[in-house]
Structures are given as C-alpha cells and as structure tokens.
C-alpha cells in the first residue's frame, strides 16, 4: 500500500527566507506527483505536476524535484512571502493516466513579516 | 469557466439522515472523484468515475453510493449518515486521456453528523 510521508509537519520561517519540503513515499511506481496548496477553509489549488519520466518542474518561485528511485520530492520556494503561508500537500498517482491520488498529511508554513 | 463546483458549502446532519453532496464541473471532464479530509489522516479517495455511467470505490467506500449520469455531475449520497462521516469532502476532476493533466478540486463541503 502506497504511504506517503512529508516532512515538516509545520514550518515557520521570517520573510525572504528560502525553503525545502519534503515528500516521500513507499512505492516508487507512480505516474506523476502533484504539489498543492491548500488555504485555511478552502479546496486544493495545483502549483506543479511532475512526471514520472522527469526530475523537476519549475514555476516562478517555486522548484519541485522528483527521484522516483529513491521515492522523494523536495517542494522549493525561493524568496519567501507572507501571502506563501498555507498547507502544501503532495499527492501521488496511480491507477488510469495517474487519476488516483494518495496524499500526505501536508507541511502548515507559516512566512512572518 | 466555473472550474468544480459543490454544494452545500456547510451541512449538518443528525445520525440516521441521509443527504446527497453535489459535484459539478464544466471542463467537460471525464474523471470525477471524491475525498475526504480529516485531521492527521489526509484526504483520502471514497469514489471515482472515469466516464457517465461509470463508477468503482476507492480507498474508503462504505457508507457512501455514487452515479454519474453525465459527464457534469458526479453527487455523492450518504444513506445513513454516521458521526464517523464528519468530515470536509472535496470533489476533483481532470482529463483522462494522460497522466500530464493535473488535477482540479472544488471548494469542498464541510459536514457534521451529530
């Protein structure tokens, strides 16, 4: 059974502070992985989607790796911002063109100003 | 676009009642699915549907029944509504045809059962 873990659980950092989270899972079968952002109260919103074929994904500030061998991603965001504060989830896929997400518990970041 | 939409955004039930939670999307997506969120367990899928007329269980099914009668709607029906069901639900859909398309989420419908 596919597990996934991510670590921290929280993160509070100053503002500008550059940052990794962690994600890692026990099945290194998987078709893609998905970083989100989840605000207090509301739905998840994708920031990156990697696929299993490649190593990272990059938009603006933020930088997402995958080893599928070792079964790690690492969640990077540069120059970091109040309004950065949120829960990051990462999900793995499987199933039907990777429709089938398993997710880990999330990484609470705190920026303060 | 709308994107996914649910409803309602708040619900509270008393054990034994049924309600249906509604999912829509207008992406014209043929992969619909639910979770559920709850505290130091992650979301975890209940549902998935890959077309109309196509459903399977995923990793917590019992207690809830799903249809997709069209590509739009996917609700979900709790028949017996039990506090162990007090939870916040998001619905997701994306396109099936590759494993590059993300996922979309709706805003998520968040019910207690007392």
């Known amino acids: 059974k596919q597990e996934v873990t991510q670590i921290p659980a929280a993160l509070s950092v100053p503002e500008g502070e550059n940052l990794v989270l962690n994600c890692s899972f026990t099945?290194?079968?998987?078709?893609?992985l998905q970083w989100f952002r989840q605000d207090p109260g509301k739905g998840l919103t994708s920031l990156l989607l990697?696929?299993?074929?490649?190593r990272e994904q990059t938009s603006g500030r933020l930088n997402a790796s995958l080893d599928k061998s070792s079964g790690r991603s690492t969640l990077y965001i540069a120059a970091s911002q109040p309004g950065d504060s949120a829960t990051y989830l990462c999900?793995?896929?499987?199933?039907?063109?990777?429709?089938?997400?398993?997710f880990g518990e999330g990484t609470q970041l705190t920026v303060n100003p | 676009n709308a994107g996914v939409t649910q409803t309602p955004k708040f619900q509270v039930l008393k054990t034994g009642q049924s309600m249906t939670l509604q999912c829509a999307q207008d992406?014209?997506?043929?992969?619909m699915s639910w979770y559920r969120q709850d505290p130091g367990m992650g979301l975890r899928l209940i549902h998935y549907?890959?077309?109309?007329?196509?459903?399977d269980q995923g990793e917590v099914p019992n207690g809830y029944n799903v249809s997709r009668s069209t590509t739009e709607d996917f609700p979900l029906r709790l028949l017996s509504a039990a506090p162990s069901q007090t939870s916040v639900y998001f619905c997701?859909?994306?396109?099936?045809?590759?494993?590059?398309?993300?996922?979309?989420f709706g805003p998520g419908t968040r019910l207690t059962v007392t």
């Open positions: 997701a859909s994306k396109i099936l045809a590759s494993s590059s398309y993300e996922q979309y």
């Open positions: 099945d290194s079968a998987i078709y893609n």
């Open positions: 990697i696929q299993s074929s490649q």
């Open positions: 999900a793995v896929s499987r199933g039907t063109s990777g429709s089938r997400l398993t």
């Open positions: 992406m014209n997506h043929e992969y």
């Open positions: 549907s890959v077309g109309a007329g196509i459903t």
